[in-house]
């Protein structure tokens, strides 16, 4: 979820995010379990007392919360963003400010949140985004369901032992944020999102050419299918030969069956690329860290 245009006042600027742990201390580990699609659910905490339970969305680009549980905290009105999905569909998201809210041991105060009906419907208390997290490095560890707050000792440990890339940001003046990295779609290159907010890869059609795949073909399914926000998006579902991380090709997927259809962007990266893998992402230094099997602390 990408937002384009902020219409809100300069104090939403003063985010409070908690700072990275001291380098002595261990590393603080919380447990989670995944959705039928292999989604990340936390539990968080919500106005300092309210437990929830939020899918951790790397593709989400802004923290969003069932509006249920913002006026339970008395969330105040913080204008709105014209948002812009993978597909390049508009949407309109009314924003407001929280007390708090916080994830294991990042807490952020006066946390800036988008209001989304769609949750309550959904019964689901919100998405978390890496906005969350800028300052503080995190693991996803997907073999063993845990995420890990790293310590600089352990993010050190976690360079030495992983392969690296380097993260490219999309920052929106400190309030939105999506991350990119280098990745190869069999010999393409491409700017690819992370988004464990996807259960596979998308790429964009405008790949299907290079790599020699006919819209027609029997191995290509085609499918027009709603966007569940009110638009329709042609997929077509095929195999590609392979997807590797660019920077660190021994770190790939053979044979994925993925997407391809018309995205902003050259490809987003799902959660079957990171299966039994330790995934850490650390914003501030902008480096994406990969290990197999897992590092264990």
């Known amino acids: 979820m990408r937002m384009m245009r902020m219409m809100s006042r300069t104090v939403l600027l003063a985010l409070l995010v908690a700072m990275p742990l001291p380098a002595k201390t261990k590393p603080i580990s919380v447990p989670f379990t995944t959705t039928l699609d292999g989604f990340v659910l936390l539990p968080a905490s919500l106005g300092g007392g309210i437990p929830m339970h939020v899918i951790l969305d790397t593709g989400a680009g802004i923290d969003v919360l069932a509006p249920s549980l913002i006026e339970k905290v008395r969330g105040k009105p913080a204008g709105q963003y014209t948002s812009f999905r993978m597909t390049g569909e508009r949407q309109e998201i009314p924003l407001f400010v929280v007390p708090e809210l916080s994830v294991g041991p990042v807490v952020v105060k006066d946390d800036l949140v988008g209001s989304l009906a769609l949750l309550d419907k959904m019964h689901l208390d919100g ?6 997290f800028r300052q503080q490095a995190i693991t996803f560890d997907f073999k063993s369901k845990t995420l890990i707050f790293e310590t600089p000792k352990t993010l050190k440990e976690r360079r030495v032992a992983g392969a690296s890339s380097p993260l490219q940001l999309d920052d929106f003046r400190g309030i939105e944020l999506d ?6 779609i069999a010999n393409q290159p491409g700017q690819c999102e992370i988004d464990t907010g996807s259960p596979a890869s998308t790429i964009s059609t ?3 050419a290079p790599l020699s795949i006919d819209k027609n073909a029997a191995n290509v399914h085609k499918r027009e299918a709603p966007t569940g926000f009110g638009g329709t998006e042609l997929r077509y579902y095929t195999n590609v030969p392979q997807i590797s991380l660019a920077a660190a090709p021994q770190i790939y997927i053979s044979n994925p069956r993925v997407t391809f259809s018309d995205i902003i962007y050259d490809c987003v990266i799902g959660l079957d690329f990171w299966k039994d893998r330790t995934l ?8 994406l ?3 197999e099997p897992s590092v264990n602390y």
């Open 289 to 291: 860290i990969v290990s």
């Open 280 to 287: 850490t992402l650390d914003i501030a230094d902008r480096q």
């Open 179 to 184: 991350i990119f990295s280098r990745f190869l």
């Open 206 to 208: 405008r790949y299907m």
């Open 127 to 132: 998405i978390v985004s890496l906005n969350h």
